[in-house]
């Protein structure tokens, strides 16, 4: 039983998985916490320019 919970242990297969699918979820939030700012960014700017152009049509 002792040999079974050591090669248990031992046992890292599992590990490279999980390792990758961390890896996955920091490149997805990373990419959503940029689009996200990008998305303000570009928002922001669109705003500033119909502005310009409402205040130059009159």
């Not at 490149?27 to 669109?46: D, K, M, V």
Request: proline share 0%; hydrophobic share 50%; glycine share 10%.
């Amino acid at each position: 039983m002792s040999n079974l919970f050591a090669r248990f242990a031992k046992d890292e297969s599992g590990a490279t998985a999980i390792e990758y699918g961390l890896i996955a979820a920091l490149i997805a939030l990373a990419i959503t916490a940029g689009a996200t700012t990008l998305g303000g960014s570009l928002s922001n700017q669109f705003t500033r320019i119909a502005g310009k152009l409402d205040n130059s049509a009159k």
